[in-house]
């Protein structure tokens, strides 16, 4: 790394417009520089990118702060939805196998498919138990229940990785039982779906760019729906629509916050660079509600 030479603010606004970035307020952009990191924000000029050290005509850092701007509001919008849906799966999952295995049944290698690496599950577990012990409910049943965890309350230390390896483990009648009955889907679509909503919460969690990004699972697309999803911020909020269980909420919280997003920004944001076809509003919304 010996030829990275750090740089001045000026000498990362001289870097931008020999790159072709218009810069017409050196002011803003110098303190723009100062509180969000030149890497961070350069990575928002690759959509707008016909080379690698050259950018599209027109391209303005006024423009860029906004496209990045939006998209730290679109990550809170999806974030607080992906809690959401991050909540209900723990519960679904946990109640169904504590109700057919036991509330210690996940303890017992026999409750999963064959294919089931219990004892670095086993060992992930304790891990997680050591890692939170100054947590009070941590600290409860080790002392009060001798460290033993119904599967509903060491679930609450899951990731929202350890829940979706939790359920690709699952026995297969289990998977497709759970699938149809609570979340009316088949149990590849559901698997598929919990690590695409995996990868997205990753991405907003670690503040990472949706605006021309693309994640590394392809979406099933649901039955009967049209276009075919793509591994875009569009497929992504169709996944998050089927797991989500509460159709008025979905529209006021996500449908109408993200439409007024990207109406406020239509005049910098490319909706194809954001996977959304035509008539988008009308896919990520729930309008076969009664009146």
């Known amino acids: 790394m010996s030829d990275k030479i750090p740089a001045t603010p000026n000498e990362q606004i001289k870097k931008l417009r020999e790159r072709g970035c218009i810069i017409d307020d050196e002011n803003l952009a110098r303190e723009t520089l100062k509180y969000i990191n030149y890497y961070r924000l350069s990575n928002y000029f690759v959509p707008f990118s016909v080379s690698k050290n050259k950018y599209e005509d027109g391209t303005t850092f006024e423009k860029i702060l906004q496209i990045y ?5 679109l990550r809170s919008i999806l974030l607080a939805a992906l809690e959401e849906v991050e909540i209900t799966l723990r519960a679904a999952i946990s109640n169904y196998h504590a109700l057919k295995y036991g509330a210690l049944g996940y303890l017992n290698p026999s409750s999963f498919d064959r294919a089931h690496n219990h004892q670095s599950f086993a060992a992930r577990i304790n891990h997680l138990i050591e890692a939170n012990e100054e947590r009070e409910f941590v600290k409860h049943y080790k002392k009060q229940h001798e460290g033993k965890f119904p599967l509903w309350v060491v679930m609450e230390l899951f990731s929202f990785g350890t829940l979706a390896f939790f359920f690709k ?7 497709k039982t759970l699938s149809n ?8 679509e559901l698997d598929n779906w919990i690590f695409c909503l995996n990868e997205l919460r990753n991405y ?13 699972v392809l979406p099933r697309t649901p039955k009967n729906f049209e276009p075919e999803l793509e591994n875009d911020v569009f497929g992504y909020i169709i996944v998050l629509k089927q797991l989500y269980h509460d159709k008025a909420n979905w529209n006021e ?14 005049a910098v944001a490319r909706m194809s660079d954001l996977g959304f076809p035509e008539g988008w509003e009308t896919k990520i919304a729930f309008v076969d509600m009664d009146e």
């Open 169 to 175: 483990d699952m026995q297969n009648v289990d998977k």
């Open 69 to 73: 701007e939006m998209d730290r509001k």
């Open 181 to 188: 009955d609570f979340f009316h889907c088949s149990p590849s």
């Open 253 to 266: 919280r996500v449908v109408k916050p993200v439409s007024r997003l990207l109406r406020k920004n239509s």
């Open 204 to 216: 907003c969690a670690h503040y990472n760019r949706l605006y021309g990004n693309h994640f590394p």
